[in-house]
């Protein structure tokens, strides 16, 4: 792949993809739009991929939106029906693990694409801020959605009206980020996370679907949608696997089949 804003790289199960606009602090612009969206078609189409982890060059995430790079012609509506509301759902509907590893600061959009992946791994010193109210916009990419949903109505509207910036600390408290690593031990803390999550079963996929559609859905359709995809995880490879696992008192090893 001849990709100039994203790096993909895969090895055991794991594709990296790492946005690779440092001089901008990773933000977003046409070009890395399309390339992430092609590197996470590649994901999902490889059968070879299980996992895959979302992170950033150099000292941050991803900074939002390259405002100098918005055409004049263009409306910001626009701008987010074409390019972050499909790349939120491209993650959400994703049937592998997604993992943030959140080297730096996350702002505006970063913040969102971060919250839109799965889960969440922090370096000590990463930041965070939805900062759109700064420069009088209002968040977009499912950060509307998911925040309150993770940290509840009155702490979301805090992050979101003052636009404050929090450390990782502060977000591991909040429910923002699953787990906080020290500097020397970040990259080991992201991947020993990404290797579980690509030796574990067919079955990650469809327990992701479930608990999305459990966000918007009645307990009575939560339970029938339990049900159906408990058949699909049932006739995988994995489930037959991890029966003869446990006949056998032995630990299973998983194919994601």
Not at 71 to 88: G, H, K, T
Request: charged share 25%.
């Amino acid at each position: 792949m001849n990709w100039e804003t994203v790096r993909y790289e895969t090895g055991g199960g794991v594709a990296v993809i790492t946005l690779s606009r440092p001089e901008t602090y990773n933000a977003f612009n046409q070009q890395m739009h399309r390339e992430l969206a092609e590197a996470l078609r590649q994901a999902e189409r490889d059968p070879g991929v299980r996992a895959v982890v979302i992170t950033g060059a150099g000292k941050a995430f991803c900074s939002g939106q390259d405002l100098a790079e918005v055409p004049p012609d263009l409306e910001f509506s626009d701008l987010v029906r074409r390019y972050y509301n499909p790349l939120f759902l491209q993650i959400q509907r994703l049937e592998k693990p997604v993992l943030a590893a959140v080297n730096g600061v996350a702002a505006g959009a970063g913040m969102s694409l971060a919250l839109a992946c799965d889960l969440r791994i922090a370096h000590e010193e990463a930041v965070f801020t939805s900062a759109f109210a700064r420069v009088g916009l209002v968040p977009d990419t499912g950060l509307s959605y998911l925040l309150p949903r993770l940290v509840g109505l009155g702490r979301a509207m805090e992050l979101c009206l003052l636009a404050d910036r929090i450390d990782a600390r502060q977000a591991l408290e909040l429910g923002l980020v699953n787990r906080v690593a020290p500097a020397g031990e970040f990259e080991a803390a992201w991947r020993e996370w990404a290797e579980r999550l690509a030796r574990g079963p067919r079955s990650l996929g469809y327990t992701k679907r479930l608990l999305y559609h459990s966000l918007r859905a009645t307990v009575e359709e939560q339970l029938e949608y339990e049900a159906w995809l408990q058949g699909l995880a049932g006739a995988t490879e994995d489930a037959r696997e991890g029966s003869r696992a446990f006949r056998e008192k032995r630990p299973p090893e998983f194919r994601g089949q």
